[in-house]
């Protein structure tokens, strides 16, 4: 990236587990982190969108510490940059705005410090910062992801064109992950472990060979997190049961919540988000679709990546 360069990143929005996929299963959303960014004397980081107004302006900002401390693990000082961000992604509700803000801050230091880092280099880096590679996969890959994180390693695949779409019913409330990881278990037992990882499985093979009435199925009998998760979501049932008699083939947390997300055959979602909305005015009822590109950079009308 040169001094003239006006560089834009653009990350996608990402919902995870979708059920028994416990921090391994994610898919793209067509909501998106948006950077516009140039070389400045400075580094500074605004927004115009009311959720952000209250971030730090400057180096401080975790898009900023992202892209500076993954240019210094590679030897790099990052030249300070002036950032202008836009997001539709809703802070804290499930819908992976952490995990973008950490592909947006790894993508900035690889374009701005010319690192020249592969897309799997870019996950096993976003997957340290967030801890898990479910999201930021999404985010960086697009399209439904299964990944696997251990020994300082992350194996992911990456499915696109799956002919469904969702509607997300996204409460006013937030609901940190911290908080939603701490009503969680911290062993399983033998049994246990064998049925939540196998209903895991049969939801990737469901999804994947389009058997929409199994994969709801799964999404409904996962052991990992839900039992212990959906008593934090006012009216997940009455939730459930609506979008379910309304044509959805399955309903799950996204993430670790508080947004519901109903999955529904593509072409179908539009009658469902106005069923939803009616029934649940207090929240916001979107029809959402997959995002297939992942994450992408453009300059001057030429997309690089």
């Known amino acids: 990236m040169t001094l003239n360069d006006r560089l834009i990143i653009k990350v996608p929005a990402s919902s995870a587990n979708l059920g028994p996929g416990f921090d391994s299963i994610g898919l793209a959303l067509n909501l998106y982190l948006t950077l516009e960014v140039e070389k400045h004397d400075k580094w500074e980081c605004r927004s115009q969108c009311e959720e952000l107004k209250d971030l730090p302006t400057d180096e401080s900002h975790f898009i900023c510490q992202v892209a500076i401390q993954t240019a210094a693990h590679y030897g790099i000082k990052l030249s300070p940059c002036k950032i202008s961000v836009d997001s539709e992604i809703p802070l804290a509700r499930g819908l992976g705005s952490s995990a973008a803000a950490i592909v947006a801050g ?13 897309r799997q280099e870019k996950l096993l880096l976003a997957t340290k910062w967030e801890g898990h590679p479910d999201n930021v996969g999404a985010s960086l890959f697009g399209g439904l992801v299964i990944g ?4 300082n390693e992350v194996d992911m695949l990456s499915f696109r064109d799956l002919p469904f779409e969702m509607v997300a019913l996204i409460p006013q409330d937030i609901l940190l992950t911290k908080e939603s990881r701490e009503v969680l278990p911290t062993t399983y037992s033998q049994g246990e472990a064998i049925q939540a990882s196998s209903t895991a499985n049969l939801l990737v093979a469901a999804l994947l060979s389009q058997n929409w009435s199994l994969a709801g199925k799964m999404m409904e009998k996962d052991l990992f997190h839900q039992p212990y998760r959906k008593p934090l979501i006012h009216a997940y049932h009455e939730m459930e049961q609506l979008a379910k ?3 959805a083939f399955g309903v799950a947390l996204s993430g670790a919540g508080p947004t ?6 593509k ?5 469902l988000m106005h069923t939803m909305q009616a029934g649940f005015p207090e929240m916001n009822a979107m029809l959402l679709s997959i995002s297939d590109t992942g994450s992408n950079i453009c300059t001057a009308e030429k997309f690089v990546q």
């Open 106 to 118: 790894i993508e900035l230091a690889d374009s701005v410090g010319d690192l020249g880092l592969t």
């Open 148 to 151: 696997c994180y251990r020994q």
């Open 267 to 271: 072409g179908k979602g539009k009658q």
């Open 260 to 265: 519901v997300i109903c999955f529904i055959e």
């Open 245 to 247: 008699s309304s044509g």
